[in-house]
């Protein structure tokens, strides 16, 4: 009886401090905040960026929820009116002030493809959206929507821009019940894209495999100049390279040209290490069957000795393709479409591949040797502004396996990395897709940076590594991946992203929360034998999932539907002990835990964060894998291996 008394006690104690501060429902209505004092979702933020550099017209709102601390801004207001539609009272609370951007006044067009514009020097205030005038099913666009909600605080604005883009106007309350399609994708669509992608990937391996078809030529000895064989060779033709060691500099490939090896370990093209080693600036070129080595050391050129960046001069873009695009590579591609490399091995302080600009390039059987240490290395694959296409490869050492910036789509697929600090690398992109790759020892193995939208992250096997898989942005899928003995498993970040059908085991941390925006779909994952099921960032953020595995969580199946039948807290005190503890149901029964949950629903301002499952599954997703990593010879976490590639920080 003492630990009731004393339990009960110190929850009157927290009542009355924290009283005070519950949120209510009543009082006077927030007020708008800027833009960028929100934590925004919509549009990608590679769309906000280019709405800012031109005049292209971005709807706007925010919200400000009654247990959500931070105002959420919405870029397009069908995303916001997606996100009311879809979000729970359990994570957000009750909408308590809604405003629209007010295009009264602005000079709002239609202009170039339908998208809505106004000029660069129009700004726009806020309205409550329950004074607002909105003008739906106009011929207006903006970017990745097929039509634009555009809010006015006059009605004379919004029928002068009915009569002139059509459309019909609408208040608030009939906006809000608009059908404007889901915030995220759905399980089933994202099954589509992933294979979509798998598709076009084949088919784009299977054209640059075309290029090895070409008839030879000329046949080139070590003695012989490859630039002169280059130079004579008729286009479309293969020049074959004679085993034995060729001594180059600054060959270049202006031409539709195969070159061929007589294998990694027969032909080695050997650069006088300053600078790269071959140039490619024609399209459908092929490099195959050969190893490359005597790379220059130079990792980043600095601006001033860089010419012909295909970006706006000192705009972030710029920084990212200087920093990451001009380099000493053993091959460079610059403007090069549809070419291939394939069974090449390449060893290098600095970089392997680098792509500019170089749609549909293919990178096959490729094995690059970095550093050691990864500071001293760069980057295994560079692509820049194109999509491309690398699988069945290997990355040892350097900084980054793959990295990819200023593109629509890439994949990586079937490919493995050790010994760096991150294996896929994506920045400022889009559309990726890294799917079944192996990679172990380095900092994170998957990366997917912000401003990025439809990533697809599956089929990978992550192993001690500091985090697991990482993808921040907009709307992405990761699924089917086996993240063990890593630092953290998988990391929840990002918005209306999906999330199953992911094993998390032996990792420090099975899944980490970071997301301050809890609007991703964890559901279907086996969280299992971890030292901690899961952990959140620092703010007091809940994070509703449902339907995940969470090894040793008390409670049964009752009623035979797969789910226990009660609730799970991963990130409270029963969670803590749960995967394996012997008390965890007397814990989890405990009064004192009991009264806490009746004052969070009682007085919901002061609810904790954390990570919550409504309807916990009573049995794994994927047994079989789980029972494969079961007989594991390393405890939860980190482990020291035998080979030479670790990633040490």
Known sequence: MEFWHVAAAGLLVFAAVVGPFAVSGGGQQAAAVPMSDTKSTGVPESVVVSAYESTIALPTGQVSFSQFKFTVGYYGITSMVAGLQESTEREFGRPMAVYVSDFSGTGVYVGEEGLLRTPMDADTEWVPASAAYFVVNSTARIPTRERA??????????????????????????????????????????????????????????????????????????????????RRAAPNTTIQLA????????????????????????????????????????????????????????????????TGVP???????????????????????????????????????????IARNSPNLTVSSLTVRGTR????????????????????????????????????????????????????????????????????????????????????????????????????GRSSYVAENVVTHNQHGVVVQ???????????????????????????????????????????????????????????????????????????????????VADGGAGTPTLARAPALSLIRQLQQTMPGIRFGGVVDEAPRASPVRPAVLAKLKDTQHPPGQFDDEDEWDYTF
């Open 149 to 230: 909600l555009v809010p006015f605080s006059k009605r004379s604005d919004a029928t002068a821009f009915v009569q002139q883009y059509g459309g019909r106007i609408e208040q608030w309350d009939a906006v809000r019940q608009l059908d404007v399609g889901g915030a995220g994708r759905g399980s089933a669509e994202w099954v589509r894209t992933s294979e979509a992608r798998s598709e076009r990937a084949n088919r784009t391996a299977a054209r640059a495999r075309a290029l090895l078809e070409r008839p030879v030529s000329s046949t080139v000895e070590p003695n012989e100049s490859l630039t002169a064989a280059i």
């Open 311 to 353: 970006v706006q001069n000192e705009s972030f873009r710029e920084r990212y393709w200087t920093a990451h695009g001009y380099g000493d590579a053993g091959i460079v591609f610059d403007e090069s479409s549809r070419s291939l490399v394939s069974d090449v091995r390449i060893r290098t302080r600095s970089n392997g591949v």
């Open 494 to 576: 990002g918005q209306y992203s999906v999330y199953e059908e992911n094993v998390a085991a032996f990792n420090r941390v099975g899944i980490r929360a970071m997301s301050l925006f809890p609007t991703n779909r964890v559901n279907d994952n086996d969280i299992a034998y971890n030292r901690r099921y899961a952990a959140t960032a620092r703010f007091n953020v809940l994070h509703v999932w449902k339907g995940n595995y969470w090894r040793g969580a008390p409670g049964i199946d009752t009623d035979g539907d797969g789910s226990l039948s009660r609730s799970f807290r991963a990130t409270g005190p029963v969670g803590m």
């Open 373 to 472: 240490d990864w500071e001293d290395g760069f980057l295994g694959v560079s692509i820049l502004g194109a999509p491309a296409l690398v699988q069945n490869s290997t990355f040892y050492g350097g900084k980054v396996g793959v990295f990819a910036h200023d593109t629509q789509s890439f994949t990586v697929r079937d490919s493995s990395m050790e010994g760096m600090m991150i294996g896929v690398f994506s920045v400022f992109a889009q559309g990726a897709f890294a799917a079944d790759n192996d990679i172990e020892d380095t900092y994170v193995g998957v990366y997917i940076h912000d401003r990025s939208n439809r990533n697809v992250v599956t089929g990978n096997t992550v192993t001690n590594s500091k985090n697991g898989v990482l993808v921040f």
């Open 243 to 306: 085993s034995g060691n060729y001594s180059v500099s600054d060959v270049t490939v202006d031409k539709p040209l195969t070159i061929r090896g007589d294998g990694v370990n027969q032909t080695r093209i050997i650069g006088n290490e300053n600078r790269s080693v071959v140039y490619v600036n024609a399209s459908r070129v092929a490099i195959t069957d050969l190893s490359m080595s005597g790379i220059g050391t130079v990792r980043t050129r600095d601006r001033a000795n860089i």
